[in-house]
């Protein structure tokens, strides 16, 4: 049967309505930290695969490791470590079906983005 009421419809939220929350900003970034750790790897195991080759590939992978746009991607490799810990343990909270209401899942939030940036301050201050 046709759908005669096909025009009348109203339409699904589109970005320029939808406000985001902090519970899906937190969720994308998981999974953007996620993905971003894998390239983070990948750099540190092609500078141990120069390493291993010879002096002058080591020295073109060290340079490039060891310069400002390496220190960038590091520390911000460390931020993706943390960031997705703390969020893996805000998932276990949830799994263990505790802080499920708004105010405490938007608090937890708030916790992993804080924290994160915390403990990454730490982390380069003592290293």
């Known amino acids: 049967m046709a759908d005669v009421n096909r025009g009348n419809r109203p339409l699904s939220p589109h970005l320029q309505i939808y406000r985001p929350q902090l519970t899906s900003i937190t969720s994308i970034l998981t999974r953007i930290t996620g993905v971003s750790l ?3 790897a990948l750099l540190v195991v092609w500078w141990f695969l120069a390493a291993s080759t010879g002096e002058g590939y080591f020295d ?3 340079g490039l490791m060891t310069s400002l746009l390496g220190d960038i991607v590091m520390v911000l490799s460390l931020w993706a470590l943390w960031y997705h810990t703390l969020a893996g343990l805000r ?3 949830w ?4 802080c499920l209401e708004i105010n405490a899942a938007t608090r937890l939030g708030w916790i992993v ?3 994160s940036v915390v403990l990454t301050l730490f982390t380069v ?3």
Do not use: N, T, W, Y
């Open 38 to 40: 894998l390239a983070g």
């Open 60 to 62: 073109l992978a060290d």
């Open 91 to 93: 998932h276990l909270i």
């Open 95 to 98: 799994d263990s079906g505790r």
């Open 113 to 115: 983005i804080i924290g």
């Open 125 to 127: 201050a003592v290293i």
